[in-house]
């Protein structure tokens, strides 16, 4: 292979900086502690939009990859940008199922590159831990836009008994709820209503499971080939 050609498979599967993947973990815990403790604020709503907004556009250099990913990063989220903040203005201007929709497509594809590039990487380093953690929440934050979507669509469909606002699914709540499904913790606040509720639950469950099973045997694999060469 000439050094041009291992120059351009390089770029197509390079990862986000050590930086990058560093600062965009740092932003997803943000939102994931700081939420719940502004989410009885009059400015709650505020202050998450703000945070969502960090993690979106922290979002965007660890994807990593050619420019090309990096444009495709930040044009999937910008309508997420613009509608999170336009519908918190002006609520009657943007409808939230917009902005979600948006968010659901922008998280797939942060989770899409990152899984990739885990399954691609020659060894375990600080990158490869900050990608599969970030994915791990990222997938979160995903199925909390699908729960929020569902309730905007679908009035009702699940019973809360938290904050505020009872049976009413918050952007807390649902993130609550979806990281309380992937890791089994018992959210008795909050429970599905109907089968389409209970149904993305379990595939989100399911999908959680199949996520750690395959990241443990990849950092493992990766693992025992460098050891093996090493010897």
């Given at each position: 292979m000439s050094l041009k050609q291992?120059?351009?498979?390089n770029s197509r599967t390079r990862g986000p900086s050590r930086y990058s993947a560093a600062q965009f973990l740092v932003a997803l815990l943000l939102l994931m502690c700081l939420s719940p403790l502004f989410d009885d604020f009059s400015q709650g709503s505020l202050i998450e939009s703000v945070l969502l907004?960090?993690?979106?556009?922290?979002?965007?250099?660890?994807?990593?990859g050619t420019w090309r990913t990096t444009l495709i990063a930040s044009l999937l989220a910008l309508p997420v940008v613009a509608g999170k903040w336009i519908h918190h203005l002006w609520p009657d201007l943007v409808p939230v199922s917009?902005?979600?929709?948006?968010g659901i497509v922008f998280a797939a594809f942060v989770v899409a590159h990152h899984f990739r590039f885990?399954?691609?990487?020659r060894k375990?380093?600080?990158?490869?831990?900050?990608?599969?953690?970030?994915?791990?929440?990222?997938?979160?934050?995903?199925?909390?836009?699908?729960?929020?979507?569902?309730?905007?669509?679908?009035p009702e469909s699940f019973r809360v008994d938290?904050?505020?606002?009872?049976?009413?699914?918050?952007?807390?709540?649902?993130?609550?709820?979806?990281?309380?499904?992937?890791?089994?913790?018992?959210?008795?606040?909050?429970?599905?209503?109907?089968?389409?509720?209970?149904?993305?639950?379990?595939?989100?469950?399911?999908?959680?499971?199949?996520y750690v099973a395959i990241l443990i045997s990849r950092l493992v694999s990766i693992h025992t080939e460098r050891t093996a060469n090493i010897d």
């Open positions: 291992t120059t351009e498979v907004t960090l993690v979106l556009l922290s979002a965007i250099p660890a994807v990593g917009l902005y979600l929709v948006a885990i399954l691609r990487s375990v380093d600080g990158q490869v831990l900050c990608a599969g953690v970030s994915t791990f929440i990222m997938l979160g934050l995903l199925w909390s836009f699908g729960y929020l979507l569902l309730d905007n669509l679908t938290i904050g505020p606002h009872a049976n009413r699914l918050s952007g807390f709540g649902a993130l609550y709820f979806s990281l309380g499904t992937m890791t089994g913790l018992s959210v008795d606040e909050i429970a599905p209503a109907n089968n389409s509720a209970r149904m993305l639950a379990l595939l989100e469950a399911l999908l959680s499971l199949f």
